[in-house]
């Protein structure tokens, strides 16, 4: 099956923003201990107590910026209690995640010594649940102030003399939901107040984000953009994709190829919600001064069997793989609007890049495609158009969306290819470089896809290409067999002056490189 796309070199839009590839890192199972954090006694080893490889992988896909503490934990979580020497730290219960005692030995100092090491920004998640204005500006104040103040001198005292720069800070999280439970104009003055004590210190300029909707909630959004507009830098939007609804959530690796399709439709869903969310926000902002934040955004199935339910842990495919480059590919072909965006999450939990066992760590599937992609960061996004056949399923049962347990026929197609382009400049060659990056999403049938690069006045003479797939669609890298998913070269052939073509299996990523 021969499929085309054509990249328009010409047609130069908006920069793809490296943030778009940030991670999330929050106090739930082992994404913090036992995988960012091991401490500075442990056996395994470690750079001031961060888990060496860990920060090695994440290093090698140049991240961005880290989210912390929080998702739900955040609007549980009191800074003050994660600070001093640790034998001081006030010990806590998780009460969403597993109901474990947390005792606080990886707090503000911790977190920033570990964007330190990662060479990100940190975007911090403030208390808005259950905390208040005060503790939010006497957060920033310790976090941001170089002068005289009481938390200044706190903070001295706990042994950092000079402020650390904060680029991004979150006004709570979820409080529609566990941050709460609050009707958006509820929040929307809460976020009006709160806001007001994030204080910029110096030069210090911190980024201000609201919390957004869940998911199709166009209300919330509505709401938001009429009442806090003015007050915002940044909204966010969360959507997880999983096989059923989510309270049928299944395996990460049980789906048939019915529960594949199921997977890819929403995750090209995202398309939709940027969409949507978008028009909303440019009736208040048409200048679009204020981003999009997709702060979590990725899969969420079922917890892998014989670990604590409220841990999240699960596998990662090759379904993953392909569902982290469609939704990747969304947020570059929106990146006008999105300019920020935080995969969920960073080890251990859900949709995690980097799996960990002890000593040990696993690269997982979707942790590749991060890398195929991260040319993109800072590059021009170019308009694309693509000729492709639909691939699913049909005639199969479904649910109807309201009512529980009523299945319809139905057919579920999906686009069967997904794709976006950039160009930068290489800085090192002197050229510019075009990166294409595609998704067969059909689980069953290769396509041979010829891409035309149009007005393109030079010649395809250094081209490269990459491939992650696996034999079966459900494919998982272990820690028994850790490298059955990778990146591989991909045979690319050029058919004219600015023509190639590349063939790629069933659920396979591609990453297309050109310089000129």
Not at 7 to 28: A, Q, T
Not at 352 to 380: C, Y
Request: charged share 25%.
């Amino acid at each position: 099956m021969k499929e085309t796309v054509i990249v328009d070199v010409n047609n130069k839009l908006s920069k793809i923003s490296p943030d778009i590839y940030g991670h999330f890192s929050e106090h739930l199972g082992r994404c913090i201990y036992g995988g960012f954090w091991v401490g500075k006694n442990s056996d395994i080893p470690n750079i001031h107590g961060y888990n060496k490889a860990v920060v090695e992988a994440f290093k090698e896909l140049d991240i961005p910026n880290l989210r912390w503490p929080g998702g739900c934990f955040a609007d549980e979580y009191h800074w003050m209690d994660g600070i001093g020497p640790l034998e001081k730290r006030k010990k806590m219960v998780n009460t969403h995640w597993g109901g474990l005692t947390e005792d606080n030995s990886f707090g503000t100092h911790e977190f920033f010594g570990l964007c330190d090491e990662l060479g990100c920004k940190p975007y911090v998640c403030g208390n808005v649940g259950s905390g208040s204005a005060r503790e939010i500006n006497e957060w920033i104040e310790y976090m941001t102030l170089d002068g005289v103040s009481p938390m200044a001198d706190l903070r001295k005292a706990n042994g950092r003399e000079k402020p650390w720069k904060l680029d991004y800070f979150g006004v709570g999280n979820e409080n529609w939901g566990c941050g709460g439970n609050m009707r958006p104009e509820y929040y929307a003055d809460l976020y009006r107040q709160y806001q007001t004590y994030v204080r910029q210190y110096g030069d210090n300029k911190i980024f201000k984000i609201a919390g957004g909707a869940n998911v199709d909630d166009y209300n919330w959004t509505e709401t938001l953009m009429r009442l806090a507009a003015p007050f915002m830098d940044g909204l966010s939007l969360h959507y997880y994709t999983y096989e059923y609804r989510w309270e049928d959530k299944k395996s990460a690796t049980g789906f048939d190829k019915e529960g594949w399709y199921r997977i890819m439709r929403n995750a090209f869903r995202m398309e939709e919600l940027v969409r949507r969310h978008s028009e909303i926000m440019d009736k208040y902002d048409p200048d679009k001064r204020i981003a999009m934040v997709v702060d979590e955004w990725g899969n969420w199935f079922a917890p892998k069997p014989g670990t604590n339910p409220g841990f999240l842990e699960q596998d990662n495919s090759v379904c993953d793989a392909v569902e982290a480059a469609i939704i990747l590919n969304i947020f570059n072909n929106h990146s006008d609007r999105v300019r920020i965006a935080n995969l969920a999450q960073a080890v251990n939990v859900l949709q995690a890049p980097v799996l960990t066992q002890g000593d040990k760590v696993v690269l997982t599937p979707t942790w590749h495609v991060l890398h195929q992609f991260k040319g993109h960061m800072g590059g021009t996004l170019l308009g694309t158009s693509a000729a492709y056949a639909s691939c699913g399923v049909q005639n199969v049962s479904d649910y109807n969306a309201g009512l529980r347990g009523i299945q319809r026929n139905e057919n579920i197609m999906v686009p069967g290819l997904s794709v976006s382009a950039s160009v930068k400049a290489c800085d090192k060659c002197g050229k510019d470089r075009y990166l294409v990056t595609l998704a067969n999403t059909d689980c069953e049938s290769s396509k041979d896809v010829e891409i035309t690069f149009a007005n393109f006045a030079g010649n395809l003479d250094e081209v490269s290409a990459s491939l992650v797939s696996g034999d079966k669609m459900n494919t998982i890298n272990s820690f028994e067999n850790p490298e059955l998913v990778t990146e591989k070269a991909l045979s690319v052939k050029v058919t004219g002056k600015n023509s190639l073509m590349i063939t790629m299996p069933a659920h396979s990523v591609a990453a297309v490189s050109v310089k000129a």
